[in-house]
């Protein structure tokens, strides 16, 4: 098997090229931003799931958990 010189993050399927790595070096700030922004709206999403269905446990848990840390998954 033949190993790739450009580095594999997490469960990617392709290696990242240097030119994605630079683009993202330069821009780091606006990337940043997009992300908190993610982060943000996940957390209301959560929040706004706790309140419209109170009755599902399950759900208020891992709402709870997705607020505090930014974490989502499948229920």
Same mark, same amino acid.
């Given at each position: 098997?033949?190993?790739?010189?450009?580095?594999?993050? /997490?469960?990617?399927?392709?290696?990242?090229?240097?030119?994605?790595?630079?683009?993202?070096?330069?821009?780091?700030?606006?990337?940043?931003?997009?992300?908190?922004?993610?982060?943000?709206?996940?957390? %209301?999403?959560?929040? /706004?799931?706790?309140?419209?269905?109170?009755? #599902?446990?399950?759900?208020?848990?891992? %709402?709870? #958990?997705?607020?505090?840390? %930014?974490?989502?998954?499948?229920?």
């Amino acid at each position: 098997m033949v190993s790739s010189p450009l580095p594999t993050i /997490n469960a990617l399927k392709q290696p990242t090229s240097d030119a994605w790595v630079e683009q993202a070096r330069t821009n780091l700030d606006i990337i940043l931003l997009h992300h908190s922004h993610s982060e943000r709206k996940a957390a %209301g999403v959560s929040l /706004n799931f706790m309140f419209r269905y109170p009755s #599902n446990a399950k759900m208020l848990s891992e %709402g709870v #958990n997705s607020a505090r840390t %930014g974490r989502t998954r499948t229920l």
